[in-house]
């Protein structure tokens, strides 16, 4: 039983000492980066199939997304991302997620899939 309960607290010692252990913070990490680009990403994708984004829309939107990536990938050249390029490139995704938003409701749709905008549906105008 005093060999059990010896076991028990060397092992909890251990694993305190292994939870106790600080890894240094990854300098090139950007997670909140990384999960609002994936965000932006996954609301052009839905915004295409439900037809809310013509493809042209959607191009020019991923055309944009990829000169944040590039402004990330820029940003961790040098081998840290710092808080004032984090920053930046904070700016750079809320005015895409801007864009994203009005391109999705600015009423330009796709709804039948073919690859061209829809025309605008006029109700007809009779007269009396």
Known sequence: ???HALLTSLVLLASGAVFA??????????????????????????????GQLTPHEAKRLNREDAL??????????????TAQE???IGHLQQAQSKEIRQQ???????????????????????GS
């Open 104 to 126: 999705k409701h600015d009423g330009q749709t796709d709804l039948n899939h073919n690859g061209k905008r829809d025309r605008k549906h006029r109700p007809s105008q009779s």
């Open 21 to 50: 252990q600080t890894t240094p913070k990854d300098p090139l990490a950007t997670p909140k980066i990384d999960q609002r680009e994936a965000n932006m990403e996954k609301r052009v994708e839905q915004g295409t199939k439900s």
């Open 68 to 81: 944040v990536d590039h402004a990330q990938a820029k940003a961790a050249a040098d081998g840290v991302v």
């Open 86 to 88: 984090r920053k930046r």
């Open 1 to 3: 039983m005093k060999v």
